[in-house]
Nanobody, 127 residues
Framework: EVQLQASGGGLVQTGGSLTLSCAAS????????IGWFRQAPGKEREGVSC????????YYADSVKGQFTISSDNAKNTVYLQMNSLKPEDTAVYYC????????????????????WGKGTLVTVSS
């Protein structure tokens, strides 16, 4: 059974940090790109950051460059999203997704047609 389990969301004050985790199982992790997407109330889903589990290539949306860091632990089949200097506009439900042999930039920019989606984890940044 394929699973993408996102965790690590919560309530944090402006300027705080959170690390999200996406634990994958049921497929060959190294063959996929894993991405983090977010959706705030009333807004479209946005590709935040994506990483190729195979070669480590990464992509960041302009809105989070220098603020978020994506990383992959292939031994644990887990992708992390370190989020620093959080702002109220980062408040959203964060989802992780997997796409077979995808280019991270393409994956994040298209934010549809994923092979697998995990359930979201809510990040709330208070002002």
């Amino acid at each position: 059974e394929v699973q993408l389990q996102a965790s690590g969301g919560g309530l944090v004050q402006t300027g705080g940090s959170l690390t999200l985790s996406c634990a994958a199982s049921g497929f060959t992790f190294d063959d996929y790109a894993i991405g983090w997407f977010r959706q705030a109330p009333g807004k479209e889903r946005e590709g935040v950051s994506c990483i190729s589990s195979g070669n480590g290539g990464t992509y960041y949306a302009d809105s989070v460059k220098g603020q978020f860091t994506i990383s992959s632990d292939n031994a644990k089949n887990t992708v992390y999203l370190q989020m620093n200097s959080l702002k109220p506009e980062d408040t959203a439900v964060y989802y992780c997704a997997a796409l077979y042999y995808a280019n991270p930039q393409v994956m994040c920019r298209q934010h549809y047609g994923m092979d697998y989606w995990g359930k979201g984890t809510l990040v709330t940044v208070s002002s």
